[in-house]
């Protein structure tokens, strides 16, 4: 019998959200180009060689032990001593040649399923049939098993630096790495814990004043929570998801930062802007109050290992109800200022505190019937996550992008999220089918916007 192990509060928390319309589970698609030496069948060989490594090691050997009551109390993890390699790798094809266009589509299609909970939560497609002798790879794994980071990061382990490794083993077939016993620390002295508590009383006092500040703002930058106008980003949403990609050079979009005085993420807002902007005009439905954007800020310090939980949160204006691209870049530029200010001089304790406040108006969003009678606290998620320095090979194949997949639930029925790769900054946009239509179009629009704004520097 194998072992089992309780979820953590928060896992659970994941599976108790699962719903037929807000599917949680996260995903990455991956390209990638093959070497001059590549077989005609190399995918079949592939498929081949994973069938005969079928054992899989945690976290991948792992399902629900109660499977039909996702959010059992008593929920826990063990292992599948039935782990079926061929239900969770699986060997898809596009029409040759295949675009990006019909990848997308596929994809889409994939992300729009829910996760088998009779299984381990976690499927990884091997697409072939892209155009140059390419294929793709499409990672889905259920937030409650893995985090999305921590699952590429697992993933990764199946990828090398070297172009020359053609026998890396695949990820679910390597044994986990060993951990070092954390019962290291002494125990806390009474002066230490004093001291806590002093530290703990003083974050407090600051978050309550940051907020009051944020409520009662008189700096028409700074946005507070449910500021956000209705929208269509922001009804109820169905089971199928939309899924398009767009790929950025990094060096392009920093010499616009540059010349406008902002940052690389103030572009990524000023594209998403201009995109939704002429998407929603089109659909007669732009809103006279700007969007507004959620952004994840990450708070570790420089060369931190990661583990557990360490994301902020602020507002930031996304100036849709500015018609001049250049003016509009310029006031996401001040409003993104207005809000890392916030946080300036705050623990992190604090900035998680602040940034649960912040959040806190979007949990209306999910109480049954409340979708499009309460004001969104925020319009949608833009996350800008740093990726790989430099490339990354499968089996000789060089990955060309990285998308990420992301979650979109009742009230949010977008989410973009960006992802660096390299010297290019590759957009995922991840969304309702239903709530949000043409959603294909934010990609192509995203593009125009920055030869809009190059045009103009």
């Not at 649960?356 to 319009?379: D, E, H, K």
């Not at 790989?388 to 060309?400: A, N, Q, S």
């Not at 390299?422 to 593009?447: E, I, K, W």
Request: glycine letters at 6%; proline letters at 8%.
């Amino acid at each position: 019998m194998g072992t089992t192990k309780r979820l953590n509060p928060l896992d659970w928390t994941f599976l108790a959200a699962e719903t037929r319309e807000s599917m949680m589970h996260v995903g990455a698609l991956m390209s990638f180009s093959a070497p001059a030496d590549a077989p005609a069948h190399w995918l079949r060989g592939l498929m081949d060689e994973i069938r005969a490594q079928a054992r899989a090691y945690p976290p991948w050997n792992l399902k629900l032990r109660h499977p039909n009551f996702i959010a059992h109390p008593l929920q826990a993890w063990i292992e599948d001593e039935a782990f079926d390699v061929e239900y969770h790798i699986r060997r898809s094809a596009l029409p040759a040649p295949g675009d990006e266009r019909e990848l997308g589509i596929l994809v889409s299609r994939l992300h729009s399923h829910a996760i088998d909970f009779h299984r381990p939560p976690w499927e990884v497609h091997l697409i072939e049939g892209l155009e140059g002798g390419r294929f793709a790879m499409y990672f889905k794994v259920h937030h409650a098993l893995v985090d999305g980071y921590t699952g590429i990061q697992l993933l990764s382990r199946s990828l090398s630096h070297d172009p020359g490794e053609r026998d890396t083993p695949m990820f679910f077939a390597r044994k986990p790495p060993s951990r070092e016993s954390r019962d290291t620390n002494p125990p806390p002295t009474l002066e230490a814990l004093l001291a806590l508590v002093r530290e703990q009383l003083g974050t407090t006092r600051n978050v309550a004043k940051a907020l009051a500040h944020t409520l009662g703002k008189k700096n028409k930058d700074l946005v507070a929570p449910m500021q956000a106008p209705r929208s269509l980003l922001n009804r109820r949403i169905s089971r199928n998801r939309r899924f398009a990609t767009q790929q950025f050079p990094v060096d392009r979009l920093k010499a616009v930062a540059k010349q406008y005085d902002g940052t690389l993420n103030d572009i990524v807002l000023a594209l998403c802007a201009s995109a939704l902007r002429r998407l929603l005009l089109e659909l007669d439905a732009l809103p006279q109050r700007p969007l507004t954007a959620m952004l994840p800020v990450n708070i570790r310090p420089k060369g931190d290992p990661g583990g557990g939980n360490a994301v902020g949160a602020i507002l930031a204006s996304l100036a849709t109800d500015v018609a001049d691209p250049v003016e509009r870049l310029r006031r996401i530029i001040a409003s993104t200022r207005e809000a890392k200010a916030q946080l300036a001089g705050m623990t992190r304790a604090g900035i998680l505190q602040y940034s649960a406040l912040l959040m806190a108006p979007m949990l209306l969003s999910q109480i049954p019937g409340a979708v499009g009678r309460v004001r969104p606290a925020f319009n949608l998620v833009i996350s800008n996550v740093p990726g790989p320095t430099t490339p990354l090979y499968f089996r000789g194949f060089r990955m060309d992008a990285y998308y990420p997949l992301s979650i979109p639930f009742h009230g949010y029925g977008l989410n973009i999220t960006v992802v660096s790769y390299v010297d290019t900054l590759n957009f995922g946009f991840t969304g309702c089918r239903d709530t949000v239509p043409h959603l294909q179009r934010l990609a192509v629009y995203s593009r125009d916007a920055l030869a809009e704004l190059t045009a103009q520097s």
